[in-house]
C-alpha cells in the first residue's frame, strides 16, 4: 500500500521538485516533520516547500495546521518557507489495469 507522503513525494519529483519524505515511525506511531510535514521538497525557480499529505475526508483532522493555529505553520511561513495540503483522492471509475488512478487537490496556506 502507498502512502500518501509517497504520491506527493512522486508528484512533486514528477513536476521539478526534489523531494524527500521526511515523516518517520517511532513503533506503531508516524512523526512529522517539526510537527506538522510528511515531505520537504525544493526547486530552485520555486522555494522550499514542506506539505502534509492525507487521503479526502481526513480535512478535519489537518485544519489546525494554519498559521493561526500553529506556532510552528506560523514560523516556518514566516521564515520565507512554503507549506501545501496534498489532500488524495480516487475514483473508482477512473481505475487502470485494475491500479488506482489518484488525483491531489493541492492547498497552499498562506503567513497571515
Given at each position: 500500500?502507498?502512502?500518501?507522503?509517497?504520491?506527493?513525494?512522486?508528484?512533486?519529483?514528477?513536476?521539478?521538485?526534489?523531494?524527500?519524505?521526511?515523516?518517520?515511525?517511532?513503533?506503531?506511531?508516524?512523526?512529522?516533520?517539526?510537527?506538522f510535514a510528511d515531505v520537504m521538497a525544493y526547486h530552485?525557480?520555486?522555494?522550499?516547500?514542506?506539505?502534509?499529505?492525507?487521503?479526502?475526508?481526513?480535512?478535519?483532522?489537518?485544519?489546525?495546521?494554519?498559521?493561526?493555529?500553529?506556532?510552528?505553520?506560523?514560523?516556518?511561513?514566516?521564515?520565507?518557507?512554503?507549506?501545501?495540503?496534498?489532500?488524495?483522492?480516487?475514483?473508482?471509475?477512473?481505475?487502470?489495469?485494475?491500479?488506482?488512478?489518484?488525483?491531489?487537490?493541492?492547498?497552499?496556506?498562506?503567513?497571515?
Amino acid at each position: 500500500m502507498v502512502t500518501t507522503a509517497a504520491l506527493s513525494r512522486d508528484w512533486l519529483r514528477k513536476n521539478g521538485w526534489i523531494a524527500e519524505v521526511v515523516e518517520h515511525r517511532a513503533g506503531n506511531f508516524r512523526h512529522d516533520m517539526f510537527g506538522f510535514a510528511d515531505v520537504m521538497a525544493y526547486h530552485p525557480d520555486k522555494s522550499i516547500l514542506l506539505v502534509q499529505a492525507y487521503r479526502k475526508g481526513a480535512e478535519k483532522d489537518h485544519e489546525k495546521l494554519t498559521p493561526e493555529k500553529n506556532q510552528f505553520v506560523k514560523l516556518w511561513l514566516a521564515s520565507g518557507g512554503k507549506f501545501d495540503h496534498h489532500v488524495w483522492s480516487f475514483d473508482s471509475k477512473g481505475m487502470r489495469n485494475k491500479r488506482k488512478t489518484w488525483h491531489v487537490e493541492i492547498i497552499s496556506i498562506l503567513a497571515e
